[in-house]
């Protein structure tokens, strides 16, 4: 849910206008910020208010303090969690985008899940992506998707739905890609709005096999509504075990 401006304590504020200007290139990577003194009257703050937000900065991982240079930004900052909608793919790389590796692409009818979140009726078809991420040889994810039956997105959103069959009739001939990836292409124009949320589990048998690890593994599981409007298009599920790759969400009060 987003939080305006005026309801963030000040120092979130400050915090969030200064890595938004790390993250649109005001202040690249490998860059040194301005000194303090310097930095407080260009944003227009009190030093200490500043002091505070470079330390949550430096703790998240966008800065770092070097002796005898000051604070440089990190030439890989920590992408910017889910108050932007991302493929999980981009969203868990650390910059290096995991690959998707495709295991099943087909269409089944509604289930308990997909019914409450796509609100789906009985007897539609649904198109279900299953995928394994994986970064360094290592499966690091896994992903359920399922997009909004095709008479819905034919009116709601066309062009996902005219990007999802294309995908699925090219995927012999390039590499995988996720359902997200996909309607975030088709969407430039397109605005759209989501829900996630975040369980602890175990992966089970089925899941540990498919990810090669044991039936008892500590996980991560997010769920995940896409809307265009008021009208959900897309739904998933991601199983994230013990040992991948840290998911970063940002929360504001």
Do not use: C
């Amino acid at each position: 849910m987003a939080v305006s401006g005026q309801r963030r304590r000040p120092v979130v504020a400050l915090y969030e206008r200064i890595a938004d200007a790390v993250h649109d290139g005001t202040y690249p990577p490998g860059s040194t910020l301005p000194s303090e003194p310097k930095l407080a009257a260009e944003l227009g703050v009190s030093r200490p208010a500043l002091r505070e937000a470079l330390l949550l900065l430096q703790e998240d991982g966008l800065l770092t303090v070097r002796r005898g240079v000051g604070r440089t930004v990190n030439d890989r900052p920590p992408r910017r969690g889910f108050e932007h909608v991302q493929p999980l793919e981009e969203l868990i790389g650390a910059g290096t985008p995991l690959r998707v590796r495709a295991l099943l692409r087909t269409v089944e009818e509604p289930t308990d899940f997909t019914t409450q979140h796509l609100l789906a009726p009985a007897r539609a078809e649904l198109r279900f992506w299953e995928s394994v991420l994986t970064g360094e040889g290592t499966a690091a994810a896994l992903s359920h998707e399922w997009a909004a039956a095709d008479e819905l997105l034919d009116r709601v959103h066309p062009e996902f739905a005219r990007a999802l069959r294309a995908t699925e009739e090219h995927a012999a001939r390039g590499p995988a890609a996720s359902m997200l990836s996909v309607l975030l292409g088709a969407s430039r124009e397109t605005a759209l709005t989501a829900h996630s949320g975040i369980t602890a589990t175990l992966l089970g048998r089925r899941r540990g096999d498919q990810l090669g690890r044991p039936a008892d593994t500590p996980a991560v599981l997010v769920t995940q509504v896409v809307r265009v409007g008021e009208t959900p298009v897309l739904a998933a599920k991601h199983m994230l075990p013990t040992g991948a790759p840290a998911l970063p969400v940002l929360q504001s009060h």
